[in-house]
């Protein structure tokens, strides 16, 4: 609904579903800051700890832009595990933007959290374009 009434006031600028799929990606970044602050709370190295926060919070994505965003396109079981796949696949890109641009603001001294959020950001841009284009069209 939200979406759908910034979509009307910006007279079609920014679409509905890029506002809801920003709202999940919002939810990612929350679920990947606690998964790299618990990892990193018990001991685990950043690149380690960033990698698998960033497959998770992915995975987490997935599943509720299917729901969300484009309304439980993937419906069967198969169309389920073919989105993810191919999800995966195409938001590996980002993933490696994610790991790469983190790591090196964490290697040139920047915090852990600092880090893993200027690699969000760059993953982000990826995200939404792979997923409209290529994982969610009809």
Avoid: D, W
């Amino acid at each position: 609904l939200i979406g759908q009434i910034i979509e009307n006031i910006s007279r079609g600028l920014i679409p509905a579903n890029f506002v809801v799929f920003s709202f999940v990606g919002t939810l990612g970044v929350f679920v990947h800051l606690l998964i790299l602050s618990i990892l990193l709370a018990l001991g685990g190295p950043f690149i380690l700890s960033n990698g698998l926060s960033t497959i998770l919070a992915m995975s987490s994505n997935y599943l509720l832009n299917n729901y969300l965003t484009f309304h439980n396109l993937h419906r069967l079981i198969s169309e389920r595990i073919k989105g993810f796949l191919k999800y995966c696949f195409v938001n590996s890109f980002s993933i490696f933007a994610n790991i790469g641009i983190a790591s090196q603001f964490y290697l040139n001294e920047f915090s852990a959290i600092t880090s893993a959020l200027f690699g969000i950001i760059a993953g982000l841009v990826l995200n939404y374009f792979l997923s409209v284009n290529l994982v969610f069209n009809k």
